[in-house]
């Protein structure tokens, strides 16, 4: 398959280390696998109007006189439009239009903080891609073993996200809240598998009689109706079932997620 492509550059507000945003990448767990770095180099894909865009990142200039050149591509011709799109979520991904020389002109006169200023000195705050995907790891980490979270958010994304191969690696992009909410609901039950709807009852350390007549219950259902294919994958154990009643939590857990995209609006 042919791609197209484009390139430019952009100009981040300085000080600006782009070296020092690869660091945090490179030791932020639930973004350490999201895109791969070779030397000053960052290749990483975003998600615009429903298909994967990969977008390679390299530093020009100095710390004080930054740059950062940018090639994209794509399986569809850009437009400007498109090109907008993703270079404003390169912007806020690596916060590049933040202006911190206030903060440095404060920090600098504490002896206690300036240490800290002159180690991490140019580094831009690195921020998830969209604000769905924090939501999602803000629930996912919740009361949760950041080793679990971080596999169920890579569940999400090997199994929803939309991917793009660009010189031999396949890059994937994190969903988008409609994504997950239109999951169908065909995965089949096996021998000795419970419901998600039956997990999440046995949280709760109660029967599905004992449950039946509740009303948060009721609203469970309701969502999960729709809901169960996103539900059973993040609830899914080495042998590929649900099993045991802790596994409730997994459904706990995109429920929240649901709830809160909601109320913020993202999804209708």
């Given at each position: 398959m042919g791609l197209y492509s484009e390139e430019g550059s952009l100009r981040p507000t300085p000080p600006f280390d782009f070296a020092k945003s690869l660091d945090f990448l490179g030791m932020f767990p639930p973004m350490r696998e999201d895109q791969t770095v070779s030397e000053l180099s960052m290749t990483k894909a975003?998600?615009?109007?429903?298909?994967?865009?990969?977008?390679?990142?390299?530093?020009?200039?100095?710390?004080?006189?930054?740059?950062?050149?940018?090639?994209?591509?794509a399986d569809h011709p850009f437009s400007r439009g498109l090109t907008e799109v993703v270079i404003d979520r390169i912007s806020f991904f690596l916060s590049l239009s933040d202006d911190l020389d206030q903060f440095y002109r404060i920090a600098i006169n504490d002896s206690n903080f300036a240490p800290v200023l002159q180690k991490l000195y140019g580094l831009h705050q690195v921020k998830f891609l969209t604000p769905f995907e924090c939501a999602c790891w803000a629930v996912l980490s919740q009361r949760n073993q950041l080793s679990a979270a971080r596999k169920a958010k890579q569940a999400l994304l090997e199994r929803f996200g939309t991917s793009l191969e660009v010189n031999g690696h396949v890059y994937r992009a994190f969903p988008e809240p409609g994504q997950l909410a239109e999951a169908s609901n065909e995965r089949p039950r096996q021998n000795g598998e419970v419901s998600n709807r039956e997990a999440i009852n046995c949280r709760n350390g109660q029967s599905l009689r004992e449950t039946d007549d509740c009303p948060e219950t009721s609203c469970y259902r309701r969502e999960i109706r729709t809901m169960e294919g996103i539900l059973g994958l993040l609830s899914e154990n080495s042998s590929g079932t649900v099993r045991k009643c802790q596994h409730g939590v997994a459904a706990h857990v995109i429920l929240e997620i649901l709830t809160l995209v909601r109320n913020t609006g993202l999804i209708g």
């Open positions: 975003v998600r615009v109007g429903g298909r994967a865009i990969v977008f390679q990142l390299k530093p020009t200039g100095t710390i004080k006189m930054p740059g950062l050149k940018y090639n994209l591509f």
